[in-house]
Nanobody, 124 residues
Framework: QVQLVESGGGSVQPGGSLRLSCEAS???????WGWFRQVPGKDREGVAT???????TIARSVKDRFTISQDDASNTVHLQMTNLKPEDTAMYYC???????????????????WGQGTQVTVSS
């Protein structure tokens, strides 16, 4: 079973930036990668997904602020977050889902592998 390990979370002031990284323990074939987030008491939501550096989807709430990228050589996916807002505070999860579910990639129901999560806190 492949494992996904996130890093890069932390606390930042509004307007600041963070870069999250996710490393897979082994290569996964025919998958897309994504970042999701969850606040206690609320449903997990899709933030951004990427398919082989050919296509990405970005949630409207983070569009123009967050960028997703992947490095196939190191089995790593990144989420660059800029102009962070207090409402971005959440546990962020790395995930992988089958290519066949790409057109619903932002839905947590499409995911087959989850990381443990890394906390992002935005406050002054």
């Amino acid at each position: 079973q492949v494992q996904l390990v996130e890093s890069g979370g932390g606390s930042v002031q509004p307007g600041g930036s963070l870069r999250l990284s996710c490393e897979a323990s082994s290569t996964l074939e025919d998958v897309y990668w994504g970042w999701f987030r969850q606040v206690p008491g609320k449903d997990r939501e899709g933030v951004a997904t990427i398919r082989g550096n050919l296509a990405t989807t970005i949630a409207r709430s983070v569009k123009d602020r967050f960028t997703i990228s992947q490095d196939d050589a190191s089995n790593t996916v990144h989420l660059q977050m800029t102009n962070l807002k207090p409402e971005d505070t959440a546990m962020y999860y790395c995930a992988a889902g089958p290519i066949s579910r790409w057109y619903s990639s932002l839905s947590p129901a499409s995911i087959s592998v989850w990381g443990q999560g890394t906390q992002v806190t935005v406050s002054s």
